[in-house]
């Protein structure tokens, strides 16, 4: 268990609807990064956040958005869905270390999405 | 193609070892990393080497990188069927952000 948090486990929903997936960071991380895994393009970055604000972005589309709240979980909501979005979504979370020490990234067990 | 290059399948039996290899393009990359993927499940952190470091080996798990070549490997010692999964590398670039590569199955036969 790497102590981040993800809901709902899986949803199916159809064309067009909008959803809203859930991460919840390992308690003192202030680090939240989103990622997609797709059969065809496999891991991809999406986004990350950092102590409520936005630090990077990555292939992420212009339908796809996200924030970190005051108590650090996040949020990424996908709208306009198309059966395209069907994939995995991983929340990842970390602290940023100094020195040697690597800023790693602990993973979620997932969303799995289902467009219909 | 991909940043990271892993090749897709291989196959062991149990009690052998296992190498999978990773190629990575990003000569500045300060970390590299191995995770696993068990079927349904999420990413687990494994192992990652410092890119001044030529080996790290951390139980039945040694990492080998070859910063000349961009080559990272992963070497699993007495594989075992619980090892059976996908195997991600990955390099850390500005901003954090990990790239992967495409992952290697490996099949543990009893």
């Avoid at chain 2, 191995?34 to 349904?40: R, T, V």
């Avoid at chain 2, 494994?46 to 992963?74: A, C, E, G, P």
Wanted: proline content about 3%.
């Amino acid at each position: 268990d790497s102590g981040v948090t993800q809901t709902p486990k899986h949803l199916i929903t159809a064309t067009g609807q909008r959803v809203t997936l859930r991460c919840s960071p390992r308690s003192g991380d202030l680090s939240v990064y989103w990622y997609q895994q797709s059969l065809d393009q496999g891991l991809q970055f999406l986004i990350q956040y950092y102590n409520g604000e936005e630090r990077a972005k990555g292939n992420i589309l212009e339908r796809f958005s996200a924030q970190q709240f005051p108590d650090l979980h996040s949020e990424l909501n996908l709208s306009s869905l198309e059966l395209g979005d069907s994939a995995l979504y991983f929340c990842a979370s970390s602290t940023p270390k100094t020195g040697l020490d690597a800023d790693t990234q602990y993973f979620g067990p997932g969303t799995r999405l289902t467009v219909l | 193609g991909e940043d990271v290059e892993q090749s897709l399948f291989l196959s062991v039996r149990e009690g052998d070892s296992s190498v999978i290899n990773c190629t990575y393009t990003d000569s500045s990359s300060t970390y590299l990393y191995w995770y696993k993927q068990e079927p349904g499940a999420g990413l687990q952190l494994l192992t990652y080497i410092f890119s001044n470091m030529d080996m790290k080996q951390d139980q039945r798990l040694t990492v080998l990188l070859n910063k000349k070549d961009k080559h990272l490997s992963l070497r699993i010692a007495d594989t075992q069927t619980g090892d059976s999964a996908i195997y991600f590398c990955a390099e850390i670039h500005a901003g954090n952000m990990l790239t992967f590569g495409g992952g290697t199955r490996l099949m543990v036969k009893p």
